[in-house]
């Protein structure tokens, strides 16, 4: 063994041609190293409760860009209408979407802006401002 390789290596095109195979059988298995470990690419977007605007289903899906109205996983499951991420009062146990927060010029005084924060979290049930985003654990 140890004769050959010596023989090998002091012919220069032997030893070229050892290290070319050596070199592509490297990269082969390089090659098919990463085609196996490669990974799926992740699913877009996070999980979240979502309630229908027009029928009131509550589900959680996943969810990437709940304004983008080109996103058919923006649309309800059972009626096709408008989703939006499902809040939820801990005082009434009222579940209801998210109020979008007004972005359009008119909230440019700073304390309008904290109140229409706050208002977007009341409860459109009891008007307590003890609400969250509603988690799966929450779905019934
Ligand atoms: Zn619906
Ligand atoms: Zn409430």
Redesign the pocket.
């Known amino acids: 063994m140890l004769e050959m390789l010596k023989k090998i290596w002091h012919n220069p095109r032997l030893r070229n041609k050892a290290v070319l195979g050596v070199v592509l059988f490297v990269l082969a298995i390089l090659l098919i190293y990463s085609l196996l470990t490669r990974e799926p690419p992740p699913p877009e977007g996070a999980i979240r409760v979502v309630i229908c605007e027009d029928c009131g289903e509550t589900y959680a899906t996943r969810i990437k860009d709940i304004d983008d109205p080109g996103d058919k996983r923006n649309k309800c499951r059972v009626c096709g209408g408008k989703l939006a991420l499902a809040w939820k ?6 579940e209801f979407p998210e109020n979008k927060i007004a972005s359009d010029g008119k909230l440019d005084n700073t304390m309008k802006k904290y109140q229409a924060v706050v208002n977007a979290n009341r ?6 401002l ?2 969250a985003p509603m988690s799966k654990d929450e779905l019934k």
């Open positions: 009062c801990r005082e009434c146990k009222f409860c459109p049930n009891c008007g307590s003890a609400t």
